[in-house]
């Protein structure tokens, strides 16, 4: 058998009851006896305000009339419902003692049963008056809080941690879009629509605050705070758009172990507060850097400045830390003559909340010196403290003041009346002089009392309603001078902003009266018509003549001298008389002047007329017609006249091409001969009389070929090439060219060039007439310096991506010309004196032909010349590029002497005999030797069995399938073009280098030199 356990004595039971919270008890049911206490502890009848009573105790009707009726009923049934389910009951319920004090006490039990029909209770009992009172003195701040929150637009949320639930108020869902029951009752739900860079830093969690260094479940955590969290963060709505908001938190309910369970807290939507602060940011930074100056000032006594942005020393010299640490009075920086009415204005801001606009007046500098401002100021409403503080955006005015002092000065000094009114209040802001002389002084004064009153108005009922008056012009009188103004009105800005009306009056006094003695002559405004050698009518819209003034009657049906009230139909015939009538609509349409053309027969002769018709007003056309039969005759002899004076022109050129080729022809030939004879072995004076020949041919042929080109050029038949050529190239040539006369003439050529490495750009355009240019203007330098220096420069700049502006500046320290001559230096034939020629020669052409070229080159030549001192000749070109300049590669080009140089190997030469025997002795002469064919065919067969370095063909030989069959088969092979200067090449041949007649051996060595096909001799 089990041993039984020995009841547990009395008095321990009672020291282990009073280790335990509340009070211990014990109670029976059964059907017999009823409800029956069978334990209690001291502290249970305590909680009732009984004395202990004798155990079992069966409660009266007075015990449980202590417990209030709606809780006695949940007792019942948790007690009924404990012994169903055999276990525990809990309940929070009141009681109330016979002093009407109601206290909460907290009790649970857990049921046994002994038998069917019996049942036991064990459990405690605890007095929770207090705590229950706290709790629900906190359940209704929370609900005052929660009612503050909505009504203020905030939301509130509870975090019950131990559920890991959080509850979200419908105004916080509705803050970013979502209803109830859309968004998880869960923190993940919330925490992932935080915006990237707001989320926390802590990789252990996924608490929202990125400043927080610890979560819930760390020792140090925010959630052992005792205060309250703040936090600001974006998060993200429905819609997909972020909202800022701050989010206010705090633990307002602990489990026993002090852990936190309940986190309460509110969110509020921040977003336009931060917006603001980013407008101000930005506002801050566009005053920081711009010329507009903001200064903030309290609004007390003396207006202690408690910011400004930090432009503002540009404009007073203090700056902004001076002015706002120690908070400097405003008003002791206005100036004093200004205090009082800053004064008033700021009263009026004060006053209606209005935003003074420009208000101008004087601040003193930190040199005390006076600084016209225009400032827009306002109360500033912005914070908390707005109420108290005036904030001013200030504008540096100084310039304009100085411009309305100028632009008065300026007033003052016409004859014109001019007159400034304020339309808001009538009063005059200014009258200049001119005004003062009529009217006295008018400033400050009303428009309508001492400027207005005194006019008649030519309309009558014209009045001076200022609104009226925006823009119009009408004509006055004024009765005291007894002069008439026409006087125009117009609505300006003002120079501090307001729009005003500008009054001018211009003296029409005379104009009037010529009107009036006008009006009263008719028969003198009638003679004045007749006086015009044409026929004029005055047109209705509908194309009748209202009145006329028949110069002529041939054109019309009508000899009366004036036709009046008759259509167009009984005037002339019916064709041109619907001709006129259409061009009368059609200047009634466009308003503008119509031109008609149309021919009558009259007397079996064809007489030509022309008809103007303008619109006078609403209701009249004027109509004027002038007989053009000699006119257009006299047109016709003029026309015939230019063109025989074009075919005479044509003719001359002709001509003078023809005989240019016919003299060159031989001339080649002489140059020759001359150039053999002066290798052979001649006397002193045979020498001279040989270089006496040469020098009369050049310059014969330099004649010849000037009175050409200026032949051309007059009949507008010079064609300029358009090929790729490198400018520096061509310019360090021609130079180089020269350098043996300059020094023999014991002067000194140089050669400069600005164009940067990455401007080496190959131009298109006429290279050898530019040559043609550059030779004229160098030559005539070395002619008229003696014993100096010619430099020529040269520089190019772009003008966009594709053209170029060339310049060619030729300076020399030679004789110089006056200025009063410079303009003769361009006229054919023209030399700055007599003597000039006879001492230096020439024919007067060179300049006027190169200024021609280069202007038809779209170019220009400028002339700067001090006499004694020298000239500076300058040639500015607009050419394009062969390719953008932003593709072109830098070439390093540098001006280099020649060196005399022999060929490798034979030339060809393709010509048609004339000179043959010529080229073949110059050539020989320095060792060059050539083989000589008429025929192309033939040329090809030579090319194929020779070694040639060049080949040299005339221009009349070429043709394109030749040259394409070289270009095919030998492309490596040089070929030069021989070029008479009266011929000029096929644009298809214009890529191939040229050399002009007469060929010489030196040329011939030049361009091999090119090449490469040289040697050293």
């Known amino acids: 058998m089990e041993e039984k356990k020995a009841p547990m004595n009395h008095d321990v039971l009672l020291e282990i009851a009073k280790s335990i919270p509340g009070s211990l008890f014990q109670c029976e049911y059964n059907k017999a006896d009823g409800f029956s206490i069978t334990y209690a502890c001291p502290e249970f009848w305590n909680i009732f305000q009984m004395n202990s009573q004798p155990l079992p105790y069966f409660p009266d009707s007075d015990f449980f009339d202590m417990i209030l009726e709606e809780d006695l009923t949940a007792l019942y049934q948790s007690m009924t419902k404990s012994m169903e389910d055999q276990d525990l009951w809990s309940l929070d319920f009141r009681i109330q003692y016979p002093t009407k004090e109601v206290r909460w006490v907290h009790a649970w039990a857990k049921a046994s049963d002994q038998n069917k029909n019996d049942f036991c209770w064990n459990g405690y009992i605890k007095d929770i008056t207090d705590d229950k009172m706290q709790r629900l003195s906190l359940m209704e701040d929370q609900k005052r809080w929660r009612f503050s929150l909505e009504e203020a637009g905030a ?224 109360k500033d409403t912005r914070f908390e ?87 119009m012009d009408f004509v006055t009188f004024h009765p005291e001078s007894t002069k008439w103004y026409e006087t125009s009105v117009a609505t300006i800005e003002w120079i501090n902003g307001k729009y005003v009306h500008l009054v001018i009056q211009n003296d029409v006094t005379e104009l009037i009266e010529a009107l009036d003695s006008l009006k009263q002559s008719e028969e003198e405004k009638e003679s004045l018509l007749r006086a015009i050698p044409d026929n004029i009518f005055i047109l209705n819209t509908q194309g009748k003549c209202l009145k006329s003034f028949i110069r002529s009657s041939e054109s019309t049906k009508k000899k009366d001298w004036i036709i009046q009230e008759r259509p167009l139909e009984d005037c002339f015939s019916n064709a041109v008389a619907k001709e006129l009538l259409a061009a009368c609509q059609q200047a009634i349409q466009t308003n503008e002047i119509i031109f008609l053309e149309y021919e009558l027969t009259i007397d079996h002769k064809t007489k030509q007329f022309e008809a103007r018709f303008l619109r006078l007003n609403q209701d009249t056309i004027l109509m004027i017609e002038r007989d053009m039969t000699n006119i257009k005759e006299l047109q016709q002899i003029t026309e015939n006249a230019l063109n025989v004076a074009q075919d005479s022109v044509q003719v001359k050129s002709q001509f003078l091409a023809n005989m240019s080729h016919e003299i060159r022809t031989p001339m080649n030939g002489i140059i020759g001969y001359v150039d053999l004879l002066y290798e052979t072995s001649l006397s002193k004076s045979q020498e001279k009389y040989v270089q006496g020949i040469n020098a009369g041919i050049e310059t014969l042929m330099h004649t010849i070929n000037s009175v050409l080109d200026l032949s ?85 700049v772009p003008i966009d991506n594709q053209k170029v502006k060339l310049t060619v500046s030729i300076t020399d320290t030679g004789i110089g010309i006056p200025s009063h001559q410079i303009n003769n230096l361009f006229q054919p034939f023209m030399q700055v004196d007599s003597s000039t020629t006879r001492k230096y020669g020439g024919s007067g052409l060179g300049l006027p032909i190169a200024k021609q070229i280069v202007e038809l080159m779209g170019g220009h030549m400028t002339v700067e010349s001090e006499p004694l001192k020298g000239s500076c000749f300058r040639v500015v070109l607009p050419l394009e590029t062969e390719t953008p300049l932003s593709d072109q590669l830098s070439i390093n080009h540098q001006l280099s002497i020649h060196k005399t140089k022999e060929p490798m190997d034979t030339i060809l030469i393709i010509e048609t005999k004339q000179n043959r025997s010529l080229f073949q002795r110059l050539l020989l002469k320095q060792q060059v030797l050539c083989d000589f064919s008429v025929h192309l065919q033939e040329a090809i067969e030579w090319i194929e069995q020779k070694n040639y370095s060049a080949i040299f063909i005339e221009n009349q030989c070429l043709n394109d399938e030749w040259l394409g069959q070289i270009s095919q088969n030998h492309p490596e092979l040089p070929l030069f073009l021989l070029l008479d200067d009266t011929k000029k090449s096929p644009s298809l041949f214009q890529h191939i280098p040229q050399i002009p007649l007469p060929l010489t051996a030196n040329k011939v060595l030049q361009e091999l030199e090119k090449t490469g096909n040289t040697k050293e001799d």
């Not at 503080?389 to 001019?418: C, E, W």
């Not at 038949?717 to 023999?744: G, M, T």
Request: hydrophobic letters at 35%.
């Open 155 to 378: 939301g509130f949320w509870e975090w019950d941690i131990k559920n890991e639930t959080i509850y979200r108020s419908a105004q916080t869902l509705r803050m970013i879009g979502f209803e109830e029951g859309e968004l998880a009752s869960n923190t993940q739900s919330w925490f992932e629509r935080i915006h990237p860079e707001d989320r926390p830093d802590c990789p252990d969690c996924d608490i929202p605050y990125h400043e927080l260094k610890r979560c819930a479940i760390c020792p140090d955590g925010w959630f052992d705070s005792t205060n309250t969290i703040e936090m600001t963060y974006r998060i993200r709505k429905k819609d997909g758009a972020y909202l800022w908001v701050l989010d206010r938190g705090k633990v307002v309910e602990r489990n026993p172990d002090e852990t936190p369970r309940l986190f309460f807290g509110y969110i509020i939507d921040i977003t336009s507060q931060k917006n603001l602060e980013e407008s101000l940011k930005a506002e801050r930074a566009l005053f920081e850097h711009g010329p507009t100056s903001i200064i903030r000032i309290k609004n007390k006594e003396e207006w202690p400045i408690v910011y400004s942005s930090k432009n503002i020393s540009n404009l007073i010299g203090y700056s902004s830390s001076e002015l706002t640490l120690q908070e400097k009075p405003f008003l002791d920086l206005i100036h004093p003559d200004d205090q009082a009415r800053v004064l008033r204005e700021a009263k009026d801001i004060e006053r209606t909340n209005k935003v003074s606009q420009n208000f101008i007046y004087r601040l003193i500098n930190d040199q005390r010196e006076p600084v016209w401002v225009s400032v827009v100021s306002k």
């Open 385 to 471: 403290d707005s109420e108290d503080h005036f904030i001013g955006y200030i504008n540096d005015f100084t310039y304009i003041m100085q411009s309305k002092r100028q632009m008065k000065t300026v007033m003052n000094a016409v004859k014109t009346l001019i007159l400034v009114i304020d339309p808001s209040d009538d009063a005059i802001l200014f009258s200049n002089e001119a005004a003062h002389q009529i009217y006295g002084k008018l400033e400050g004064k009303k428009s309508i009392d001492h400027f207005w009153s005194y006019h008649q108005f030519s309309t009558s009922g014209k009045k001076y309603p200022s609104e009226e008056l925006d823009e």
């Open 712 to 796: 051309r050029i007059e009949s507008g038949q010079l064609d300029l090439e358009k090929v790729p050529f490198n400018p520096l190239e061509e310019v360090a040539y021609i130079v180089e060219s020269f350098l043996p006369y300059a020094e023999k003439n014991n002067n000194q050529i140089t050669f400069t060039h600005k164009i940067p490495s990455s401007l080496h750009a190959t131009l298109l355009g006429d290279a050898y007439r530019l040559r043609q240019v550059l030779n004229n203007l160098i030559s005539n330098a070395l002619k008229f310096t003696s014993k100096g220096s010619i430099t020529v420069s040269l520089d190019m």
